[in-house]
C-alpha cells in the first residue's frame, strides 16, 4: 500500500488501522508491496468491485457501514460462484484521513473480514479531492474446474433465488425521501430494516458450496433481478419465464405494493440485493432449497429457463406479461 505522495504518512495511517487486519501470513504484515496467496491445488476466483461515494453509498451514511458493504459485495460475488472467501485487497481514495471516521471504518471491516474468513492481502491509500472511493478485489477458492459460471443455464431448469429482492432500493428510496419515505412515516421499524438492507449487504456466502454442487448457473444480484437475469440468459444463450408474483419480498415491501405506494418494476430492477439468482436442474432444485433451509435462508423458485434467444419474459400473477420500462440500474 505505497504512495508516491508523503508515504510516511500513508505508512503510518496503515500501520494503525489495517496492518491489524492482515492476518494471514501471505500479507507479511503489509510491509511489502506484494503478497502471496497460496492456492493449495484449488481455482483462484478472483472479483472486483468499487463503491463510490453518491453512487453506492450516501455521503451521510455512518464508515462502519460503507466497510461492511465494500468488502460484503464482493463475497457476493464469491458466493454466487461457489468460491469459498481467501482474502482482499483494498484501494482507499479519500479526502482526508480523521480517526473519526477511519476507525470505525477499519474496525468494521476488521470485524467482517474474521467473521467471513476473508483476511486483507494488501492494497493503496491515495488522496482525492472528489467523492471518497473505496475499492476491493477479493480472492476464494474452489475445486478446480467448479467455479459457476453464468454460461451453464439449460432449458428446463428452474430458476431459484435467495432471500428478499427489493429491499435495497426501498431503503436508498426511504433515506432519499421518496415514495417508501412518505408511505412509511409511522413505521420506524420497517424503515430501519429497510436501510439496513441497503446500507449492510447480506452476501449468502454460507450457501456457496450448495451453489456449486447443484446450479448450472449463477450470479449474484446487485443491479437489479430483472437485468441480471437477462444478462445471465444472454450468456447462457437461453431465456426465460419469471414468475412476478413468485419473486419473494419482504413484509415491508410487500405491503408497499399491495398499498400501491411503490410499483413492481422498482423491486425488480433497483438493485443492491446481493442475493444469489441461479439456474438448477428441475431434479436438483428442492436439494438447493433444503439446503438453504437448512442455514436458515429462504431459496425461492421463481421461473423457467426456456429455449431461445428472446429477452426473458416477465409474467403477473394472471399470466399476462409485464412490459418493464426499466431492467436494471445502470451506471451510464
Known amino acids: ?31 511489502d508491496d506484494a503478497a502471496i496467496l497460496s492456492s493449495s491445488g484449488d481455482d483462484i476466483v478472483v472479483t472486483t468491485d468499487a463503491v463510490v461515494e453518491g453512487v453506492h453509498y450516501l455521503a451521510t451514511d455512518p464508515p462502519d457501514t460503507i466497510a461492511r458493504k465494500a468488502l460484503r459485495v464482493n463475497l457476493s460475488d464469491l458466493a454466487a460462484k461457489g468460491a469459498a472467501p481467501a482474502g482482499f485487497v483494498l484501494t482507499l481514495a479519500l479526502r482526508s484521513k480523521e480517526d473519526a471516521w477511519l476507525r470505525p471504518f477499519a474496525d468494521a471491516l476488521g470485524e467482517d473480514a474474521r467473521s467471513f474468513g476473508c483476511p ?15 475499492s476491493i478485489t477479493a480472492f476464494g477458492r474452489v475445486p478446480k474446474g467448479r467455479m459457476v459460471g453464468r454460461t451453464g443455464a439449460k432449458p428446463g431448469d428452474r430458476i431459484l433465488v435467495t432471500g428478499t429482492i427489493g429491499d435495497a432500493a ?20 420497517a424503515r430501519e430494516a429497510l436501510i439496513s438492507r441497503y446500507r449492510i449487504p447480506q452476501p449468502r456466502n454460507v450457501l456457496a458450496q450448495a451453489v456449486r454442487d447443484h446450479a448450472t448457473a449463477a450470479m449474484d ?112
Open 120 to 134: 486483507l492481502l494488501g492494497g493503496d491509500t491515495v488522496s482525492t479531492p472528489g467523492p471518497q472511493m473505496i
Open 221 to 332: 444480484v446487485s443491479d437489479g433481478l430483472a437485468g441480471d437475469l437477462t444478462k445471465l440468459c444472454a450468456a447462457s444463450g437461453v431465456s426465460a419465464t419469471l414468475n412476478v408474483a413468485s419473486v419473494p419480498l419482504s413484509p415491508a415491501a410487500a405491503g408497499l405494493v399491495a398499498r400501491n405506494a411503490i410499483c413492481v418494476e422498482t423491486l425488480l430492477a433497483g438493485g443492491d440485493d446481493y442475493e444469489v439468482l441461479c439456474t438448477v436442474p428441475q431434479a436438483q432444485s428442492d436439494a438447493l432449497m433444503e439446503a438453504g433451509r437448512a442455514v436458515g435462508l429462504a431459496v425461492t423458485a421463481i421461473g423457467t429457463i426456456v429455449a431461445g434467444y428472446e429477452r426473458p419474459r416477465f409474467l403477473d400473477g394472471q399470466g399476462q406479461e409485464l412490459a418493464l420500462k426499466r431492467l436494471s440500474y445502470s451506471h451510464f
Open 170 to 189: 426501498l431503503g436508498l428510496d426511504v433515506l432519499t425521501g421518496g415514495a417508501a419515505a412518505t408511505a412509511l412515516t409511522s413505521d420506524p421499524a
Open 1 to 31: 500500500m505505497t504512495t508516491p505522495h508523503n508515504p510516511s504518512a500513508e505508512d503510518s495511517l496503515i500501520a494503525r488501522y489495517f496492518k491489524p487486519l492482515a492476518t494471514d501470513p501471505g500479507a507479511f504484515g503489509l510491509v
